[in-house]
């Protein structure tokens, strides 16, 4: 039976009040839209209030909404670099690309110009998608992470991880054998490294019988981890791909499915979930290309949970306040060192998507960075190991997420 899971009524947390802002915090982003929208009928010229409100729109990709206020939010408060980051991330996301630059030239942050400098340089529309209604890639492996086939401008298919908490993104030698020009860069500082990431666009992307055209796409000397024939992957494909999809990671059967977001494909999506009981959860994109839900651990929840597959040989991952709400033990005699931070063994009795359950999964806590990244909280982020026996579907034209039992 396919249950739906509504964002509200389900969600067990203690209120935190009529503020909009500890609403928006604790996830709860109808309450904080009403609250907004009550403050916005006293003061019309309240910038914080229409930002808001637009980037509870975004989240559920309601993009003429997102956009109507951020744009007002914008117009009221010209120096909110965040406002104008959601509001180009809103055309992005619609590959509306020229109305974006401008926007993240204005922030003042030099990735955002490098970007802005990316898209000024496409030519035509972005991510023209060619070929059959579906496409069924599958995994060359499951582990690491699940990896699939495929091509850089018309080249031999490579492999490439699937990794939902990241972007669209190749090695360095791959863009070099592709003849890929970098128009801009950027320097970032992950886990305490340097990370210069080049900025170009790919000819085409082809995946089994759907190609891509005229691809925005990064590069960079990032590790990454070894596939099992002993090889480095050629990159990771992550939600900013996934998202011009109804996208099934099958992990139980073993394949990618890539469907275009029609009327057709979502109802042939909702039936096949159906079939194989699956729940039906809200999609919500946060920060850009990190997928969230509800989900629970132990009787902590449902809250809001990000669904970043890329957690290698772990189910769940939370902050330690977190764990101690949920009552999970946490093993301080074994710390561990992930990505250059510390982190400390879990192992919770149960967490859950919906009525998909795993028990005794492994996983750590650390300081992880959502609440900053987001701007709310999570419970945790539900990862690998979680869901290798199942298949989970982002419907990113119904923005409903999928998770079989």
Known sequence: MLALLPNESAMAVSSPGGDPDQLFKAGRFAKADQAYARLLRQNPADAHSLAQRGRIALLSNRFEQAERFLTEAVRLAPGDAFAKQQLADCHIRQDDLPPAVPLLRATGKQTDAAFADQYASVTGAPYRLQG????????????PLPCVRASVNGAEPQTFLIDTGATLALSTATAEQAGLRAVSTSVTHPAGQTLTTYHGVMRSFGLDDITLGTVPVVWYNLRMPTL???????????????YHFIATMDYARQELVLRRKTAAQA???RAEAARRGADRLPLWVAADHVPCTLGSVNDY??????????????GIMMTEENAERAGVEIDYDNPQNPGGMP??????ARINLGRAVGRNVPGVVGPWPWLDLFGFDTVGNFTHEFLRSRAITFDYAGMNLYVTV
């Open 267 to 269: 109802r042939r999506v």
């Open 228 to 242: 099992p024939d002993g090889t480095q992957p050629a990159g990771v494909i992550g939600t900013t791909l996934l």
């Open 301 to 314: 929840g449902p809250r809001v949970a990000s669904v970043d597959t890329g957690g290698m040989g772990l």
């Open 132 to 143: 059959a209604q579906e496409a069924r890639l599958p995994f060359v492996s499951v582990d």
């Open 343 to 348: 982190a400390y063994p879990i192992t919770p």
